[in-house]
């Protein structure tokens, strides 16, 4: 299930404030945006800097929605997940025991967790945080290289909590 299906299904008003965090705290991450979307509408960076920014996130949104902007989806959710939700993604580490640094940030991923104490833990993750940004956060996480927990992915596309707007994930 990747990423790029998500800027689809979340709210304009969420998607604005992940884009404004990009803006904020990785100017370059923002640039490259721009950039792209620069070149996927044939609008100068210039033109687009001089739109509201409600109106040209909704412009970067739409674009982030199709297959090949995944590569750019992926780092601007990852970013700002990292930046603004980093209590729960160190929650969902801590509850698997898996080591991070104080943003959420993990170095080496273990080997899968068994089906059971990964459904505690994503049971705990909905207990505790907003619902859309858990199935944010898990489905980047099962989303990232070389790890596709194969179980997570089972309950990703099996649990209607992971439902974010219109989009409910696939079965694997």
Known sequence: MP????????SDD?????????????KKLYRLLLDMVSKGTGMRQS?????????????????LSHPRSET???YLLSHWLIETQSPMLCR???ILGIAHD?????????????????RKAVDRL??????????IYLQGFYEM???????????????PRFKIGKYQPLAL
Do not use: N
């Open 72 to 74: 750019m989806s992926f």
């Open 126 to 135: 909905f207990e505790e945080f907003p619902s859309e940004y858990v199935s």
């Open 102 to 118: 104080e943003k959420g940030v993990v170095e080496d991923v273990p080997d899968e967790p068994d089906l059971e104490t990964l």
């Open 47 to 63: 033109k687009l800097l001089e739109m509201p920014k409600t109106q040209r996130h909704l412009l970067c949104k739409k674009l």
């Open 14 to 26: 969420l998607a604005h404030q992940i884009l404004l965090c990009a803006q904020k705290s990785d």
């Open 3 to 10: 990423t790029y299906l998500i800027w689809d299904s979340i």
């Open 92 to 94: 969902w580490l801590d």
């Open 145 to 159: 290289e070389g790890l596709r927990w194969k179980s997570l992915g089972s309950l990703i596309s099996s649990d």
